[in-house]
C-alpha cells in the first residue's frame, strides 16, 4: 500500500472516529437521557392516575369521613368550644372514677383552623386512668393526645397520677367567626 493511500485511509478513519464521537456525545446521549427522563415521567403520570382512580373509588367513604370528622369538630365559639371540652373532660372522670386535679386551656392559631391546648393533671388508680385514657380516646371529639406522662405516687404503684397534654381540632379562625 501506498504511503498516499495510507493518509487518505488514516485520514478517513479519523474524521470517521470524530464524526462518531461527535454523534455520540451530540446525539446519542442526549437521545438517551431525554428517554429516561421520558420514562420517568410516563411512570409518574401513571402512579399519579393510579392514585387519583383509588381516590375516585373512594370518594364516597372518604367524604363520608371527612363530615364525620367535620361535626365532631369543637364548635369555632371560643367559649362554646372550651365549655364543650371541659364537659367531656368531666364527663370521663365521672366515668372513670379519676379525680382532676388541674386543667388549663390555652389557644393556638394556624392558617385554616385553631386548636385548643389543654393539660390535665388526675389521679387514681391503674382501673380509673386506663379508663379515663379509653374513654378520652373512645370518644368521636376530635382530639388528639399530644403528651402522656403516668407516674406511681406511692411505693406500691397502687396510685397514679397522669399528665396529658390534647388538643382539640377547631376547623375555621377566630376572624371567620365575627
Same mark, same amino acid.
Given at each position: +500500500?501506498?504511503?498516499?493511500d495510507?493518509k487518505?485511509l !488514516?485520514?478517513?478513519g479519523?474524521?470517521?472516529?470524530?464524526?462518531?464521537l *461527535?454523534?455520540?456525545? =451530540?446525539?446519542?446521549?442526549?437521545l438517551?437521557?431525554?428517554?429516561?427522563?421520558?420514562?420517568?415521567?410516563?411512570?409518574e !403520570?401513571?402512579?399519579?392516575v393510579a392514585?387519583?382512580?383509588?381516590?375516585?373509588?373512594?370518594?364516597?367513604?372518604?367524604?363520608d369521613?371527612?363530615?364525620? +370528622?367535620?361535626?365532631?369538630?369543637?364548635p369555632?365559639?371560643?367559649?362554646?368550644?372550651e365549655q364543650k *371540652?371541659?364537659?367531656g373532660?368531666d364527663?370521663?372522670?365521672?366515668?372513670?372514677?379519676i379525680?382532676?386535679?388541674?386543667?388549663?386551656?390555652?389557644w393556638?392559631?394556624?392558617?385554616?383552623?385553631?386548636? =385548643?391546648?389543654? $393539660?390535665?393533671?388526675?389521679a387514681?388508680?391503674?382501673?380509673a386512668?386506663? $379508663?379515663?385514657?379509653?374513654?378520652?380516646?373512645s370518644?368521636?371529639?376530635? =382530639?388528639? =393526645?399530644?403528651?402522656l406522662?403516668?407516674?406511681?405516687?406511692?411505693?406500691?404503684?397502687?396510685?397514679?397520677?397522669?399528665? !396529658?397534654?390534647v388538643?382539640?381540632?377547631?376547623?375555621g379562625?377566630?376572624?371567620?367567626?365575627?
Open positions: +500500500m501506498k504511503i498516499k495510507r487518505q !488514516l485520514t478517513i479519523a474524521v470517521a472516529a470524530v464524526a462518531i *461527535l454523534a455520540d456525545r =451530540l446525539i446519542l446521549t442526549p438517551g437521557h431525554a428517554w429516561t427522563g421520558r420514562n420517568k415521567r410516563i411512570e !403520570l401513571r402512579k399519579r392514585d387519583g382512580k383509588q381516590l375516585i373509588s373512594r370518594e364516597s367513604a372518604l367524604r369521613h371527612w363530615d364525620q +370528622m367535620q361535626t365532631n369538630t369543637f369555632q365559639n371560643q367559649s362554646l368550644a *371540652l371541659i364537659k373532660f364527663q370521663w372522670a365521672k366515668d372513670s372514677g379525680s382532676v386535679t388541674l386543667q388549663s386551656q390555652q393556638k392559631d394556624a392558617e385554616n383552623y385553631r386548636t =385548643l391546648q389543654c $393539660r390535665i393533671e388526675a387514681g388508680d391503674l382501673k386512668v386506663s $379508663r379515663f385514657l379509653y374513654e378520652m380516646e370518644s368521636p371529639t376530635a =382530639l388528639k =393526645l399530644e403528651n406522662e403516668i407516674t406511681a405516687s406511692d411505693p406500691e404503684g397502687q396510685k397514679l397520677t397522669v399528665s !396529658l397534654q388538643s382539640g381540632l377547631v376547623l379562625t377566630e376572624e371567620q367567626v365575627q
